[in-house]
């Protein structure tokens, strides 16, 4: 008898849990855009930041903090080695792992107690290629409010490890206010323990490149994530946000709401979401959307919702997207009491993304993201070129 070996039949990737990961870049092929999680990205944009060695060391920040808080936030450099880094998450694309393989030290930003609010700043980065690495510890039982402020030059690829302890409360908002040129990647690993609630709040406005994806691992029993977004592009602007949310015990609750609005030629958004509900997550509560508004010819959202189910026993789990243009009753609306047709366009724009910020619970914070929406609503909302 003659036995012929074959090689084995090649098998899909099933799920998203099962994608491969791997902290070394080397062990990443290189990108084509053909990959699943590449396939909207104008990967050349960005090439650069594909690479090993990339500028992995220091930069300056500036942590403020709440004066007559009961607890603290603090950070600190801390090496490669600590215990916390790669607990979160590990990175399952090539820029995420190039991030990782390339930076030196990790800035460790530890939440106790009741820390009231805190911002932490970066402004000068500047415009050559780099890695980051940052980890945030909520430890059991705190509170805070925490923003991540983005702004002036960048060219960076970066990944933030969020870990919440049991019953930690955290609300974190990343905000890009990015200059023209810049271009940003960055993966944001949850890890969100028993009791523990994670309100996690994107807000995307300045930069050439964005592409910002918030991975959230519920852990515990009883854990929670509430995902918000807003973005705003702009004429050549590209900014993308995938989310990922992995229901993996009992009695869980996700809410992950995306809002956008994009005008002028090559203006591109894309936003994908991943909900995982594991054969352990006994009475899941899940539901997640995506709503995007295009003010001009030339723009272009591309939305894709996802949602993998292992197991019946849930409260519920649901999706909706949604893409469309100015509502024309709206507009007509208030153009009939005396509002010019371009303050009402700035109106309804300002109204569809403020009702995100208005989710982040903080009134100076709030006070602050309406502000930079209105500047970036000052360049003049077009008119519908029809």
Known sequence: MTIIETEPA???VQTRSERFKSTDVADFDSVTGREATWRYTPVARIAELFEAGLDGSRYDYDLRTSEYAAG??????VA???ALIGTA????EKASAAAWTSFGEA???TVSGDAGEASLTRSALGTSDRAAHTVIHATAGSTATLLLRNTGDASLTENVEVILDQGARLTLVSVQE???ASRHVSTHFASVGRDALLKHVVVSLGGAFIRLNPAVHLTGPGAEIEAYGA???DAGQYIEHQVYVFHDEQHQRSRVTYKGALQGSSAQTVWIGDVLIGQKAVGTDSYEQNRNLVLTDGARADSVPNLEIEIGDIVGAGHASATGRFDDEQLFYLQSRGITEDEARR???RGFLVEIVQQIGSPELEEHLQAAIETELSGGVAGDAR
């Open 347 to 349: 109106l309804v724009v």
């Open 178 to 180: 990015w200059t023209d």
């Open 80 to 82: 490669r080695d600590h």
């Open 107 to 109: 800035l460790l930003v």
């Open 10 to 12: 090649f098998v899909p």
């Open 72 to 77: 603290g936030v603090t950070a600190e450099w």
């Open 231 to 233: 973005y705003f592009a």
């Open 89 to 92: 998450g590990v990175p399952e």
